[in-house]
């Protein structure tokens, strides 16, 4: 079962992505790096898959991942190739997303968030070798895309092309989430984590003061201090991480909200910033400028809203994708099935003839052997006349109902 504290940084992580983008606030890259977070959270995830697959998990991956982009090309490419973006064999991007797909002037921005899917690609494509290389000099290879990014910073490499730029960006918090799947992050004391944390967020908000962006403080136009910031952020927020999180389900509407927005949370990351696009000229009509809270406020929910639209419309494409039963909203209990209804059975064997020994009790999943011939869940109380109903098989053993598994409510979003 996963871990619902790595699913609860995601839920937080998603948030706060709509929320800059619909704001612009430059304080909240600083307060949470949502998309190393992001990236290190889906390299813990990679990690577990080559673990248990192989370079199978590549295509597995891929198959979760591509669906709910094409999803968005279907909507929105004709629509653009309408309204001025020339056609041409690159608009095949679209189904493969190696480099930054061809988009008009309105598409260049409304659909500016598939850089995500680009690097996510790549970083995927790297990631055998790169866990292997990880598993033997795991230092080394972390220091790796910080090195990188040091020598284009120093302008060694000035032609360096920008998906070589991001590796060296956010490839070391997905090489993070390595560490944090194999376990490291956790077996390091609070006297190397904390001291190592520090010292990269004071060395990331040293480069940061002194080297500022267009935007002043916007880690997204500061590479540097973008990776050494976020580093020291995944560093603590994964290396004390705790093993579950079972507060979340303390509440019943707030559990199910982390739950959804887990499992859409790609249908809900490629289709927000759209609707930002759409909803900008309209609220600088009525006035709703970034200067003023309600109006921002406005904004907000009307984003949500409209994404909420949208991921009842398309969202189930992301169950079909991971091979689950399609939800409208995804997080319901199925009702349970009874015997009636053709619930395989477990067959409880009677004593021999003659035999002392009573019949073996029947042991269920997470329900306790109760007396032979029972389904092991005893009566709560005296009077009590809840037990399970027995059934006579052809072959004259008794039988009772099989136990129904709980589904697992494992989330993954694969797509930050």
């Known amino acids: 079962m996963r871990n619902r504290y790595l699913d609860l940084l995601r839920f937080l992580a998603i948030i706060r992505v709509v929320v800059y983008h619909v704001t612009g606030w430059a304080s909240l890259t600083l307060v949470f790096p949502a998309m190393a977070v992001m990236f290190a959270l889906a390299g813990s995830l990679m990690a577990a898959s080559l ?24 909507v929105l490419v004709p629509a653009m190739l309408i309204t001025g973006l020339p056609p041409g064999p690159k608009v095949l991007l679209w189904l493969f997303p190696v480099a930054d797909p061809p988009a008009n002037y309105w598409g260049a921005l409304a659909l500016s968030p598939i850089w995500y899917l680009r690097d996510y690609l790549w970083f995927l494509l790297a990631s055998p070798v790169a866990l292997w290389l990880f598993r033997r000099v795991p230092v080394a290879t972390l220091a790796l895309p910080y090195a990188l990014l040091m020598v284009i910073e120093l302008g060694l490499l000035p032609a360096a092309p920008v998906p070589l730029r991001e590796f060296g960006v956010y490839f070391g918090a997905w090489l993070l989430g390595f560490a944090h799947h194999d376990g490291l992050l956790r077996r390091l004391t609070n006297r190397v984590l904390l001291p190592t944390a520090l010292a990269l967020a004071g060395t990331g908000a040293a480069w940061i003061v002194t080297h500022p962006g267009p935007r002043g403080f916007d880690l997204n136009d500061i590479d540097l201090g973008n990776a050494l910031w976020s580093a020291a952020f995944i560093l603590v927020l994964l290396g004390r991480a705790p093993a579950t999180a079972h507060w979340i389900a303390r509440s019943p509407l707030f559990s199910r909200a982390v739950t959804v927005l887990n499992r859409r949370a790609l249908t809900v990351y490629l289709w927000h910033m759209p609707f930002v696009v759409l909803l900008t000229p309209l609220v600088d009509v009525v006035g709703w400028s970034h200067q003023d809270p ?20 398309f969202g189930w494409v992301e169950d079909v994708a991971a091979r689950r039963r399609p939800e409208l909203v995804p997080g319901g209990r199925r009702a349970p099935v009874t015997a009636d209804r053709g619930v395989p059975a477990v067959p409880v064997s009677p004593a021999p003839a003659g035999s002392r020994t009573p ?3 029947v042991r269920t999943l997470g329900v306790p052997a109760g007396p032979a011939g029972t389904a092991g869940r005893p009566a709560t109380g005296p009077g009590d006349k809840r037990r399970e109903r027995l059934r006579v098989g052809a072959a004259g053993r008794a039988v009772v109902p099989a136990p129904r598994v709980a589904e697992l409510a494992t989330v993954e979003i694969n797509a930050g």
């Open 51 to 74: 673990d248990r697959s192989g370079p199978a998990a590549l295509l597995r991956r891929l198959r979760r991942l591509l669906p709910s982009l094409w999803v968005v090309a279907i």
């Open 294 to 313: 309600l109006g921002m406020a406005i904004r907000v929910v009307l984003v949500f809203a409209l994404v909420g639209v949208v991921t009842l419309l």
């Open 359 to 361: 019949a073996r009790p």
